[in-house]
């Protein structure tokens, strides 16, 4: 197929096609005997998809990493319509600022007079958050939940199961309420490869826990084990525990095993397996720590942690530590402070 029919195909113009060739997003072969461009359906497809990108402000160095990693798709939408509702969130405040202004303004106004203006807040205000709720809800419930139960979620496609995902993450915008923002930016914040190595982890572990059996059960109990022994030893891991445990653990871990689970077990039959096979881990743990031969190990952990340890409240949070939270330890410590303090800035009506 010539350029021509393409353009035509895409609504691209020659000049953003031949871009897209020379970023290597689409490789077309070249006519050995006139030397011109033959565009195969693939590559027509491919730049169908990067107009629609575009259409959304996508950088071409999202498009870029969305093409190197296609199952991340829905993560890159989501950090679009993130990045999206920022924007019309900043030009609310803008509108709403400077139409407040003329409102106030005599007729006469003039240049000079503008240095009384200086320091005028332009930030956007509680009302400018609701009407871009009103307008564009945001979509951080529904990715975070991606994340949670991503290893659960590749099963056969149904309005039932619909049903049961929307119910899901209604239920994850309110459960998350306090978290929602926080998680949602160290999320966004992170890289792209880090995302899908953690994903592709995380499966793994699922699978090998799902068919747990008296060969492999002392294994992940040691391997639990073996996290908290680190826990206890790395100065930098008692950091991210602090830091984390109030607005991230705590939250995904009642999340994760709260009455959300009963959807999910609907939603896919072996997470009720996966759930009992982690109880039957993290039991053995919890014994050890109490009253078998890790308890110098849970009494110094409740020392470092300045009591943020709880195990006989939610024993379940060592399961979760070992096997699901290494997402939220890959920022740097202070990027994660400065997310922190962010969201409580957001989430404070003084704030605004």
Not at 143 to 170: A, G, H
Not at 294 to 319: M, P
Request: proline share 4%.
């Amino acid at each position: 197929m010539r350029i021509q029919q393409v353009c035509q195909r895409t609504g691209l113009t020659k000049k953003a096609i031949y871009f897209y060739i020379e970023e290597g997003l689409v490789s077309p072969q070249r006519c050995d005997e006139n030397h011109y461009l033959e565009f195969s359906e693939d590559d027509v497809r491919s730049l169908q998809i990067i107009a629609l990108l575009r259409q959304w402000d996508m950088p071409v160095s999202e498009v870029h990493e969305l093409f190197d990693y296609p199952s991340m798709t829905n993560f890159y939408l989501h950090r679009r319509l993130h990045a999206l509702r920022n924007q019309l969130l900043r030009q609310l405040g803008l509108v709403h600022s400077l139409s407040a202004l003329l409102t106030e303004l005599p007729p006469q106004y003039n240049m000079s007079s503008m240095q009384e203006q200086i320091g005028r807040s332009t930030a956007p205000s509680e009302a400018d958050q609701s009407t871009l709720d009103l307008l564009c809800p945001d979509q951080d419930a529904r990715m975070i939940s991606i994340f949670i139960w991503s290893s659960f979620l590749n099963v056969s496609k149904s309005e039932y199961r619909l049903f049961l995902w929307r119910k899901m993450t209604e239920q994850a915008q309110q459960d998350l309420k306090g978290s929602l923002k926080y998680v949602a930016r160290i999320i966004y914040a992170l890289d792209s490869e880090w995302i899908e190595k953690d994903a592709r982890q995380r499966y793994r572990d699922t699978q090998a826990i799902l068919k747990l059996d008296e060969t492999t059960f002392p294994i992940y109990t040691q391997r639990i084990l073996d996290c908290l022994h680190h826990l206890a030893e790395d100065d930098r891991e008692q950091a991210y525990w602090k830091l984390n445990y109030e607005k991230v653990t705590l939250p995904l871990v009642q999340f994760f095993n709260g009455p959300l689970g009963t959807l999910m077990a609907e939603y896919n039959p072996e997470y009720r397996l996966y759930l009992t096979k982690m109880q039957q881990l993290v039991a053995e743990v919890v014994r050890r720590l109490q009253t078998g031969g890790e308890q110098a190990l849970y009494q110094q952990l409740q020392t470092l942690l300045a009591g943020q340890l709880d195990i006989e409240k939610d024993g379940n949070l060592l399961g979760y530590y070992a096997f699901e939270m290494g997402l939220y330890r890959s920022l740097p410590l202070d990027v994660q402070r400065r997310l922190l303090i962010e969201s409580n800035r957001e989430a404070s009506p003084l704030s605004r």
